[in-house]
């Protein structure tokens, strides 16, 4: 008996120190994100040549929008617009065409974003552009996207993430998947570049040095995480990730409960591949390399999405006031409070001053039970590509 309860200490005492770190390394960089980070302002010496890549899976109800704001993008400089085209209708890429785009048309057994930006980089001449901006088939460029980018580039980057942003919030779970986005924002990308470390890829409104993301994406393979996949590499090349926290690219937020379970299956799977894959190589590269950016990351591979983080706390706090082992009440309720102020510091105030703040988080109880479900559903995304569905028009108010 003595054996078991030293052992169902010994759990409690685990998964304190394991969820403490959590929360601390959250609490952290949302701290550091406070910090302001000061926009590039030197005037750029050339206007880069670029290339905007929109990779489009059966998507032919929202690519003509996507696309058609794309080509009416204000910039300095010369741009072209490719749409990789997996799966969409023949009459949509006629329409495309139409509109003067360019059509870059794949198809694969088992389709990634990655496979897809990859066909498009081999198809196009290695000296052709000198920057690949990456979109997805959802999102918008606001005003001055390509303009501060090439300024970015011109400061001696050459990997970029922009600011992605929602650009509808209508429901609960938009309005939830909205705030979630912004934390994401503030803790992975402005709380890690305004103390000096790279900015987090976030899978959309990031851009690359040209040839640099065509030796990135060689050898990406059937990763559900292509942006996972870059960031690893890029930490590896100890390359800097630049973040434009006032350079906004607008993304389709998700509005039902079935669409954010969906998604939040790939995003799960994709977090376990990537820390099987590396949680070994993260040690070496730290402790042979000195590379702590692909350590950090590795550390990042580690964390519990926040959404289950919530309920594991709240759990453990309300069985602390009944099991007289493990770590007491208020050992819980300090961790949960480290966590909401991690949160509230990094949700602009716009968010949860929106009298539609108190609604979503009334729904969080249902999001939990979706993330739940999609940890039982992680196997699905190995045998499938789970992309997400978009219906979302394009606001006239974002096109520039």
Sequence with gaps: MTVLLTLIQAVFYGLAIYLAWNCCYLLFFAVAGLRKIKPIQQEPAVYRKICVLI??????????????AALHHYYHGTFDVFVIADGLDPETIVKLQAQYA???QVSFDRSTKGKALLAAMQELSAHSYDIAVVLDVDNIMGINFLNEVNRAFDAGYSVVQAH?????TGTSFAFLDACNEEINNHIYRKGHFAIGLSAALIGSGMAFDFAYFKRLLEGIGETVGE???????IAK????????????????????AQVFTQQRTRWIAAQVEFMKKFALEGFRQLLQHGNLEFFNKTLQAFLVPRMLLIGILCLLFLQSWVNPYGLPPVFWGVLLAMLATALLLSLPARLYQDKRFLKAVLRLPYA???MCLALLRIKKAKKSFLPTPHKAATSPAIIN
């Design 102 to 104: 360019n059509v870059i």
């Design 237 to 256: 090349d100890q390359v800097k990730i630049c973040y434009l926290d006032q350079v906004y690219v607008y993304d389709e937020k998700i509005e039902t």
């Design 227 to 233: 942006d996972k996949e870059l960031d690893f590499r």
């Design 55 to 68: 990779p489009a899976y059966r998507e032919s109800a929202v690519i003509l929008e996507t696309s058609k």
């Design 368 to 370: 939990l039970f979706c």
């Design 164 to 168: 992605r942003t929602a650009k509808n």
